[in-house]
């Protein structure tokens, strides 16, 4: 019944009595008589409250209110044309201990050290409940990495438009490529030691006056500049891309847009037989049970070398797919995949084949703890280089082992190893005017501990 605040006439009539819940109020008909009983001939009016209730509960409201605003004051105002700003974090520190098979370039044969492997800070502003904008800035500092500073990227920069086609949405601007981000949030959940096959470097070794060797595919990365159709459906999803194709974080990438209209076509389709495809990305691994099946690839003309991008020699063709399988239930995870890129030189014709295959796994013997392995092995054939072909230059394997355990939702401890074994048997001069061969250069053995924070 409508609720009303009895008048100080009322409240006289009252006798003064003062009443602490509602009171249901009659009228006569006729005369117009104001009754606190019903009766023959009597219409309720409604219930109403008396005026020191009323009074009392707006004190106790101020007084509230002035606790609330006080409060405030220790807070900073947050404005925003957006409807919700959502706010997270990702983070990887770890401590990495790496011994290499021969004395490394610069006269060591060891490097102990922290890393900050991934400080993820992003930010999502909805306009509604699906569209969003997403900000994230990437700092990394590794061990093995060139340079003595942790520089700060736009991993992401892009905006989200929810079914833009049926069951389809977009990502415009620095957006996700196709694949890595799936595999890292489907079969391989511990980029926090190390990435995927497809965007790893297994082994880096620094030489003389800043000069660099490395084995690993190192194809391509998790982000680019571009557009991304992400399609869901219980049984298929999908992603579609067109990207400038160098990555994000190419120092130089940027010159391959300034004499070439010519783009890279990325695209995952995958199978869901468990029919749970809309989850994909969002699987919760010790509780799901899924089996996906993948294909996916890219073609890019007119890629260049990052560090000789201003020679017309450096620029080639790349062309690669991959197919993957995943199953997962909450007991284990079975993962494995092959790969094939092809780089052909456009001046000269050149090609270079790589060939690899990753298998992973994962165990569950008790609540948040599990046990994980990897191997990769992969293998390089040049067309126009015999000896390079007999001396398995870009052949190598490398073993990941480890075991994680779940503090809590936000905090994750893992302890790994890595071992890297570089087939390569060509030989270079060391500054000190030795020899060495670049295998066992390349060859390494790494422990790590490492701590995952999100938020």
């Not at 699906?130 to 991993?155: C, G, N, P, Q």
């Not at 959940?189 to 006056?209: M, T």
């Not at 799901?288 to 993948?294: K, V």
């Amino acid at each position: 019944m409508k609720k009303v605040v009895l008048s100080a006439l009322a409240a006289a009539m009252m006798s003064g009595t003062v009443y602490a819940d509602t009171l249901t109020l009659y009228t006569d008909a006729k005369t117009g008589q104001v009754f606190t009983t019903g009766g023959e001939g009597r219409v309720e009016m409604g219930d109403f409250i008396d005026a020191k209730t009323v009074d009392m509960a707006q004190r106790d409201s101020e007084s509230s209110f002035s606790e609330y605003k006080e409060g405030m004051k220790k807070y900073v105002n947050v404005k925003s044309h957006a409807k919700t700003l959502d706010f997270s974090g990702t983070h990887y520190f770890g401590l990495t201990s790496n011994s290499y098979g021969e004395k490394n370039w610069n006269g060591g044969d060891k490097s102990t050290g922290f890393e900050l492997r991934r400080n993820y800070v992003q930010v999502k502003a909805y306009f509604n409940d699906k569209d969003y904008f997403r900000v994230t800035m990437d700092t990394t500092k590794e061990l093995e990495s060139t340079t003595s500073y942790a520089t700060m990227y736009a991993k992401y920069a892009y905006l989200y438009l929810d079914k833009v086609l049926p069951y389809t949405g977009v990502e415009i601007g620095i957006a996700h490529r196709p694949w890595i981000d799936y595999e890292e949030h489907n079969s391989w959940y511990f980029r926090s030691i190390n990435k995927v096959i497809l965007e790893d470097k297994f082994s880096v070794a620094a030489g003389a006056a800043g000069a660099s060797k490395n084995v690993g595919p190192d194809v391509l990365n998790s982000a680019d500049l571009g557009v991304n159709f992400q399609t869901k459906t219980p049984y298929f999803s999908s992603e579609l891309g067109i990207f400038n194709g160098e990555g994000y974080h190419a120092d130089k990438a940027a010159n391959n847009q300034q004499n070439s209209s010519d783009l890279s076509f990325e695209w995952r389709l995958t199978g869901h037989i468990m029919g749970n495809g809309e989850k994909v990305g969002k699987y919760k691994v010790d509780k799901d049970t899924y089996a996906n099946i993948s294909f996916a690839g890219l073609s890019s003309k007119n890629h260049k070398d990052n560090n000789l991008i201003v020679d017309d020699a450096a620029e080639y063709d790349r062309n690669a797919y991959w197919f993957h399988f995943v199953y997962n239930q909450p007991e284990f995870l079975i993962a494995a995949q092959y790969d094939v890129n092809k780089d052909k030189v456009q001046i000269g014709g050149a090609e270079t084949k790589m060939k690899m295959y990753s298998v992973n796994a994962e165990v569950r013997p008790a609540q948040d703890w599990t046990l994980l392995a990897r191997y990769d092995n992969m293998k390089t054939e040049y067309s126009n280089s015999a000896s390079k072909n007999n001396a398995n230059v870009g052949d190598a394997t490398q073993i990941i082992y480890g075991i994680a355990y779940d503090y809590n939702k936000n905090v994750k401890f893992i302890a790994s190893g890595k071992t890297v074994d570089s087939k390569d048997e060509t030989t270079f001069t060391r500054a000190d005017s030795t020899t060495a061969t670049l295998g066992d250069v390349l060859d390494k053995q790494s422990w790590m501990l490492t701590t995952e924070v999100s938020w």
